[in-house]
């Protein structure tokens, strides 16, 4: 029998689209609204006129273990837009590069410390703190809550060359915090997911990226999946408050005024945009106060398009010892396959961009072109014909000591009204595998619900 209810999903972020898509696959009638005028919330692509293109608004990268990701992409059918490269690029300043591997004998070298100066004595501690670490992960100490990344490498003896290779620079990706900030169990939560996940796959943890741009990756498929069952999407609907009633939700209001009537809704805003929204909810206190606790994170990221190659030997670079926080450098040419008829494109993340975010354009792209003139011989005379930056202040929450447990559960007190987002509680950090796997969690929470008589 059809289910004559009205689903609701507020956000057309990565966690809405999967909601309103996996709703649709099961046959529900759905509305989406989003309150921009363009679906992908922080994964879109976006037009730079001066340059003629379309890069993102920040570079993602995708871990092997994005079991929920893979299965969005799969049923939007863009899951051939993903590549796994066989080896990640460390560079240093002195124009040096190790290759890290995650397969075969070559992994134990990653392990074993992939600093080029690291001492055989170095390699050998790198090792056993490594295997420390693991275990750690999978039986946590009580107190990891409490400790700053940094302090929990400390105690397991992680040498500092080790760590300047690969596990500040890890740690800054997983979290997107600085490990003098980051609470140590959110690397060990998620070190522990990618171990079980590994054990079950029987495969190791690889990271990925998308060969193409991001609204092709996740927008332009849900759109199709949406064409095919009806559903509804209203761009520029800004949601307000959604209304309950004797346990049961019954609509949502916008900002101008109108209701969109609903028998479920799936609350899919980040946590700096949940306010108002769950008043009507008895646990809403709880609920906005764990969300502006939990806080966000800048992320900055900087296109250049240059008049010539840099000479990278991957599709994207880790820089050690750049500007203190996590520099990735990406080489769309590689990645993508796009033209150099005009430009070369790099793109240039910085996470926890506390310092970096509050400077002008100008200053960016002169900051930016100079560390590359630092890492890449190549750079030195290369001519910047456009610079873009975008600035992202809010570009995940964050994940200091002290935010443990206050990531909400997808259930309310309201079987019909579940949430989702990055920052609800998920096997992962602050990233798009959590947010799609919330929406997994929410739609069988609402797909458990018993049907109308
Ligand atoms: C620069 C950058 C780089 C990143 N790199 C990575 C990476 O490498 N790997 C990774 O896994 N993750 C990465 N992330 C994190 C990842 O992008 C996010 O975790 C994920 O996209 C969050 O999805 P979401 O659906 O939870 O939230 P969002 O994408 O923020 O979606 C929420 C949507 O809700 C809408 N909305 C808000 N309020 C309302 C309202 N009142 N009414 C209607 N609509 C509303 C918003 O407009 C938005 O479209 C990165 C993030 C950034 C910013």
Not at 107 to 124: M, N, Q, Y
Not at 141 to 154: I, N, R, S
Not at 178 to 194: H, R
């Amino acid at each position: 029998m059809n289910d004559p209810r009205q689903y609701v999903v507020i956000g057309g972020g990565l966690a809405g689209l999967a909601a309103a898509v996996w709703l649709a696959e099961a046959g529900k009638q759905v509305t989406l609204l989003e309150r921009r005028g363009r679906l992908g919330g922080r994964t879109h692509a976006m037009k730079v006129d001066a340059a003629d293109d379309l890069p993102d608004n920040g570079q993602h990268v995708i871990a092997s273990g994005y079991d929920h990701l893979f299965r969005y992409l799969t049923s939007v059918g863009t899951r051939e837009y993903v590549r796994f490269p066989q080896r990640a690029t460390l560079r240093w300043p002195d124009g040096r590069s190790v290759t890290m591997a995650t397969k075969g004998p070559a992994a134990l070298r990653t392990f074993f410390g992939a600093h080029p100066d690291a001492s055989l004595i170095e390699r050998v501690r790198a090792g056993i703190a490594t295997v420390r670490l693991g275990w750690q992960c999978l039986h946590q100490p009580a107190d990891l809550a409490d400790l700053t990344t940094e302090q929990w490498f400390h105690r397991i003896g992680m040498p500092a060359k080790a760590r300047e290779a690969l596990w500040d620079w890890l740690a800054l990706g997983v979290a997107a915090e600085p490990v003098q900030q980051e609470s140590a169990k959110v690397l060990a939560d998620v070190l522990a997911t990618g171990i079980r996940l590994g054990i079950k796959h029987r495969r190791p943890a690889t990271i990925g990226y998308p060969t193409t741009d991001l609204d092709t990756l996740y927008v332009t498929g849900a759109q199709r999946v949406f064409e095919r069952y009806g559903v509804t999407v209203r761009h520029r609907a800004v949601a307000r408050r959604i209304h309950i009633a004797d346990g049961r939700v019954t609509g949502v209001a916008l900002a101008d005024g109108s209701i969109v009537p609903a028998d479920a809704v799936v609350c899919a805003v980040p946590n700096s945009n949940v306010g108002g929204l769950l008043d009507e909810l008895p646990e809403h206190a709880e609920l906005y106060a764990a969300a502006d606790k939990l806080g966000y994170t800048p992320i900055v990221s900087t296109n250049l398009y240059l008049d010539r190659p840099l000479g990278t030997a991957a599709e994207f670079e880790a820089l050690i010892g750049g500007t203190g926080v996590i520099d990735e450098v990406f080489d769309r040419q590689k990645m993508t396959g796009r033209s150099t008829d005009r430009a070369w494109l790099y793109c240039l993340t910085t996470s926890g961009a506390y310092e970096q975010i509050h400077k002008s354009n100008e200053e960016i792209v002169t900051e930016q072109m100079a560390l590359l003139r630092r890492y890449y011989p190549a750079a030195e005379e290369a001519k910047v014909l456009q610079g873009h930056v975008v600035r992202m202040p809010k570009a995940t929450f964050s994940q200091v000591v002290g935010t443990h447990g206050l990531r909400p559960d997808q259930r309310t007190s309201v079987p019909t009204l579940v949430l989702a987002g990055d920052w609800t509680a998920t096997d992962w950090s602050a990233t798009m595998e959590s947010a799609v796997q919330s929406a997994a969690r929410a739609v069988d929470l609402l797909l458990a619900l018993p049907s109308v008589p």
